[in-house]
C-alpha cells in the first residue's frame, strides 16, 4: 500500500476541479461554506483582508482553530503555512489536514528556500505570478497552482494578470522548436522537464486555480473563462454583507461560469459586496504577491 | 466482433454524457474516448451541464470531486430528476458511487440509484490516500483511492465486483456501475469498457 505518491497528490487536486475553495475562520462559517457548496475549506486564524489590516507576522492558524475546522465539515480542509516554515507544514500535516497551501499571505519564514514538498505525504498549493514561478513550485512537489493575484484586497485585476500572464506563456510554448524550449526553460528559470510537459500538455501538468481578489460571482466566471480550473475566495465571501447568499452564488457562476443569464440572475440583490482597495494605493513593499520567487 | 456488430445492428451511435459540474471531469472524458476508440464503436462523448444536456445521453458518468457539491448542483439544475426519469446506466467512481447509493452516513443529496449504503471517507483523509493493487474481472487493477468511500451494506440483488481488506469498493446493480477508486486517472479502460457494454444492451 503506497501513501503520499504523486498519483494522489495531484490525483486529490484534479478532484476540487470546478469548484470553490473558501476562507473561513470558525467551524460556523465552515459549515455555512459546506453548506453552500464549498469544494474545500481553507482554515485560517484570520482572512486576509484582515492580516492585512493587522500588520506583523502572520503565522500559520492555532491547532484548535484547524481541529475545530475539521470536525465541523465532511469537505477537505486545507491551511495555509509561512513561504519555506517546513515545520509549521509538519505541524498541520500531523493535524490531518488534506492539503497545505504555502502562501504569501503569511509572513515568509524564509528568503531562500521554499518548502520540499516532496517530503510530506499530503499535497501542496502554491501562488505563482507566472510560468516559471508555477513550474518552480511545480518542480518543488507542489500538486497544485493557484494564482498569487493580491489577497484580501477584494480586486481580481492582480489574479487576472497572473492567469493571462501564465496561459499565454503556455500558447507561446506550443509551436516552440527544442531548441526553443531550452532557452523557456534558462530565462524562467525552471526544469526543462516541465517547460517540454507544459508544452505537450497546453496547460500546466497541475490543476490550475484562480485566487487573491475574487469578490463576486462575475469574478469567479471571469477567472474561469480564462482558464482556470477552479477559485480560490478568501475575503470576498465573509466580508460580505450576505456572506451565505454570495457563497451560494459564487459556486453557481464557477460551475456555470459560460452561462450568462444564469451569472445575471445569482448576481441579484447579493447586498454589498466587501470593500475593495485599489492596487495602485498599496505601497510596493506591502503587495504581498511579491513574498516568494 | 459478431456479437458487438450484432450488438449496434440498427443503432447508429452511442453517446455518453459525463457530468460537467465539478470533479475529474476531463479525466473521464479521455478514458472514455479511448475505451470507445478500443471497442470500436460508432460514439460521441458528450459533457452534460443542464438537464437538456441528458436527454441527448445513453448512458452517463459522474465522476470524482466532492458528493455534497455534485449533489446539489444536480438537485439545482434539474439533471438529478431527468436521470431518474430516463432511467439510463450511471457509473460513478469515488464522488460519483457515493451519488448512486441510497443511504450514506451523512444527510445529503443522493440518486438513489444502486441499494448499498456508502461510507464516506470510509478509508480516512487525504493522508490515508492509497495507491494499492485490487482484483477485480478476475484479474488484478491498480486501485487509487483517494479519500475514498466504502461500501458498507449492500442489498440483494447488487452484485460485488471488488473488494478491498474486507471492504466493498466495487459493485454493479441493474445496470450501473460504481468504484470507490479512480479508474479515470489510470490507463486501464477494463472497468469504462464494461460500462460501455451495460449502455450497449441498454440501447439494443
Known amino acids: 500500500m503506497l501513501h503520499g505518491t504523486t498519483v494522489l497528490k495531484e490525483g486529490f487536486a484534479k478532484m476540487t476541479k470546478g469548484g470553490v475553495i473558501m476562507d473561513v475562520v470558525n467551524a460556523e462559517q465552515a459549515a455555512i461554506a459546506e453548506e453552500a457548496g464549498a469544494v474545500s475549506v481553507m482554515a485560517l486564524e484570520r482572512v486576509p483582508a484582515d492580516i492585512r489590516a493587522a500588520g506583523g507576522v502572520a503565522r500559520m492558524a492555532d491547532p484548535s482553530k484547524v481541529k475545530e475546522i475539521l470536525d465541523a465539515v465532511s469537505i477537505p480542509v486545507m491551511a495555509k503555512v509561512r513561504i519555506g516554515h517546513f515545520v509549521e507544514a509538519q505541524v498541520i500535516q500531523s493535524l490531518g489536514v488534506?492539503?497545505?497551501?504555502?502562501?504569501?499571505?503569511?509572513?515568509?519564514?524564509?528568503?531562500?528556500?521554499?518548502?520540499?514538498?516532496?517530503?510530506?505525504?499530503?499535497?501542496?498549493?502554491?501562488?505563482?505570478?507566472?510560468?516559471?514561478?508555477?513550474?518552480?513550485?511545480?518542480?518543488?512537489g507542489a500538486a497544485m497552482i493557484r494564482t498569487k493575484g493580491e489577497a484580501g484586497t477584494g480586486n481580481v485585476v492582480e489574479a487576472v494578470r497572473h492567469m493571462r500572464k501564465i496561459q499565454s506563456a503556455i500558447r507561446e510554448l506550443k509551436d516552440k522548436t527544442e531548441e526553443e524550449l531550452w532557452a523557456v526553460a534558462r530565462e524562467t528559470e525552471s526544469p526543462l522537464e516541465l517547460v517540454k510537459e507544459t508544452a505537450k500538455q497546453g496547460r500546466l501538468p497541475v490543476v490550475n486555480f484562480a485566487a487573491g481578489g475574487i469578490a463576486t460571482p462575475?469574478?469567479?466566471?471571469?477567472?474561469?473563462?480564462?482558464?482556470?480550473?477552479?477559485?480560490?475566495?478568501?475575503?470576498?465571501i465573509f466580508k460580505s454583507e450576505n456572506p451565505e447568499l454570495v457563497a451560494k452564488a459564487i459556486v453557481q457562476a464557477t460551475t456555470h461560469y459560460k452561462d450568462a443569464d444564469l451569472i445575471a440572475k445569482v448576481s441579484t440583490n447579493l447586498g454589498e459586496a466587501m470593500p475593495g482597495i485599489d492596487i495602485g494605493e498599496i505601497p510596493e513593499n506591502e503587495r504581498?504577491?511579491?513574498r516568494g520567487w | 466482433?459478431?456479437?458487438?456488430?450484432?450488438?449496434?445492428?440498427?443503432?447508429?451511435?452511442?453517446?455518453?454524457g459525463i457530468l460537467d459540474l465539478q470533479g475529474d471531469v476531463s479525466e473521464h472524458f479521455?478514458?472514455?474516448?479511448?475505451?470507445?476508440?478500443?471497442m470500436n464503436i460508432e460514439s460521441q462523448v458528450l459533457k452534460v451541464k443542464t438537464a437538456s444536456d441528458v436527454s441527448a445521453c445513453d448512458g452517463m458518468i459522474i465522476s470524482g470531486g466532492e458528493s455534497t457539491v455534485i449533489g446539489k448542483l444536480m438537485e439545482k439544475t434539474g439533471i438529478k430528476k431527468e436521470i431518474l426519469t430516463k432511467k439510463i446506466p450511471v457509473m460513478g467512481t469515488c464522488a460519483g458511487m457515493v451519488l448512486l447509493s441510497t443511504k450514506?452516513?451523512?444527510?445529503?443529496?443522493?440518486?438513489?440509484?444502486i441499494d448499498m449504503k456508502v461510507k464516506r471517507n470510509g478509508f480516512g483523509r487525504q493522508r490515508s490516500s492509497f495507491e494499492d493493487e485490487i482484483e477485480i474481472f478476475g484479474g488484478k487493477y491498480k486501485g487509487i483511492f483517494i479519500r475514498a468511500p466504502y461500501v458498507s451494506e449492500v442489498g440483494d440483488d447488487v452484485e460485488?465486483?471488488?473488494?478491498?481488506?474486507?471492504?466493498?469498493?466495487?459493485?454493479?446493480?441493474?445496470?450501473?456501475?460504481?468504484?470507490?477508486?479512480?479508474?479515470?486517472?489510470?490507463?486501464?479502460?477494463?472497468?469504462?469498457?464494461?460500462?460501455?457494454?451495460?449502455?450497449?444492451?441498454?440501447?439494443?
Open chain 1, 98 to 140: 488534506d492539503m497545505i497551501d504555502e502562501s504569501e499571505v503569511l509572513t515568509p519564514a524564509d528568503e531562500n528556500y521554499h518548502i520540499d514538498k516532496t517530503q510530506f505525504t499530503i499535497p501542496f498549493v502554491c501562488g505563482a505570478r507566472n510560468l516559471g514561478e508555477a513550474l518552480r513550485r511545480i518542480n518543488e
Open chain 1, 218 to 236: 462575475a469574478d469567479a466566471a471571469l477567472m474561469m473563462q480564462l482558464g482556470a480550473d477552479g477559485v480560490f475566495v478568501g475575503s470576498g
Open chain 1, 288 to 290: 504581498l504577491q511579491e
Open chain 2, 1 to 16: 466482433m459478431s456479437t458487438q456488430a450484432h450488438r449496434l445492428e440498427g443503432i447508429e451511435m452511442i453517446r455518453i
Open chain 2, 30 to 38: 479521455k478514458i472514455t474516448e479511448k475505451s470507445l476508440k478500443n
Open chain 2, 104 to 113: 450514506t452516513d451523512y444527510e445529503q443529496s443522493l440518486l438513489g440509484l
Open chain 2, 160 to 204: 460485488i465486483l471488488a473488494s478491498y481488506q474486507d471492504k466493498i469498493v466495487a459493485v454493479a446493480f441493474g445496470n450501473h456501475i460504481a468504484t470507490a477508486f479512480h479508474p479515470e486517472l489510470t490507463d486501464d479502460t477494463r472497468i469504462h469498457e464494461y460500462f460501455i457494454k451495460e449502455v450497449l444492451n441498454c440501447v439494443e
